[in-house]
């Protein structure tokens, strides 16, 4: 893992806008700055941290993008989470003071260190900070509900399509198309994820291309009817056209 020295601009990062709360004012970007100037460089398949380390930092995502894992006591690992830029990472560290997963690059990936001490002293002075802290973890807590109505109650199918959606719009509010990405994870972490085997996963893959609902090129994901899938999924499509 390759760190970098180098101080980060949160006024010129591609992502300010996710992480920042809207309206702070160029003074109290200045001191967020002075605690988040920090890079770190993850090469994919490298640790961002791993279960059982201490909680020091949070990790806002600039570029790439994670998955989350947790260790079960038989040996067995359940991914928790993919993360895409702008998000943060190792939120889930917060209560007991140690990370209960661990992170790890799908694709060489940036960060910036966010160390909590300071960062927490600073949003007790800024309330903007403060309130945009509590929004991460109320959506932290959200998504996890997500995944535990997403896991528990539809078929394999609906969970394909659910995740499809959730991606899409989480570009979608970076900026990117909603319609062509790339999918950065393997099916085997999509199988697992989802709770399904990479057969499958392989399996409906190919069906939603034989049903005209997106079309697959590798890791290349095109949806062709938003629609068509948001309704498989259950969900509400809500995007313009590109």
């Not at 790439?64 to 079960?72: E, M, N, P």
């Not at 300071?118 to 959506?139: D, G, K, R």
């Not at 994870?185 to 609902?213: C, H, K, W």
């Amino acid at each position: 893992m390759m760190d970098s020295s180098v101080a980060v601009s949160c006024s010129s990062c591609s992502v300010r806008r996710l992480c920042l709360p809207a309206g702070l004012c160029q003074p109290d970007i200045d001191r967020l700055e002075q605690i988040t100037r920090r890079k770190k460089i993850i090469k994919a398949g490298e640790s961002l941290y791993r279960s059982g380390d201490p909680f020091a930092n949070l990790y806002a995502i600039r570029s790439g993008s994670f998955k989350t894992v947790v260790i079960a006591a038989d040996g067995d690992t359940q991914v928790t989470h993919f993360a895409l830029p702008g998000e943060l990472l190792g939120l889930d560290a917060y209560s007991s003071r140690v990370h209960p997963s661990y992170a790890e690059a799908l694709e060489d990936s940036s960060v910036c260190l966010l160390p909590f001490t300071q960062l927490e002293i600073l949003a007790q002075q800024v309330t903007a900070l403060q309130q945009q802290i509590y929004s991460i973890f109320s959506e932290e807590l959200r998504q996890e509900n997500d995944i535990l109505m997403l896991l528990g109650k539809r078929s394999a199918d609906t969970r394909l399509a659910a995740l499809l959606i959730n991606i899409s719009s989480r570009y979608a509010r970076r900026g990117y198309s909603h319609s062509a990405f790339v999918l950065s994870m393997p099916r085997t972490d999509i199988a697992n994820y989802l709770g399904l085997t990479a057969e499958t996963v392989s399996r409906l893959f190919s069906r939603f291309q034989r049903d005209n609902l997106i079309k697959v090129s590798g890791r290349s994901i095109e949806i062709i009817d938003l629609v068509g899938l948001s309704e498989l999924a259950g969900t509400h499509c809500g995007y313009d056209d590109d």
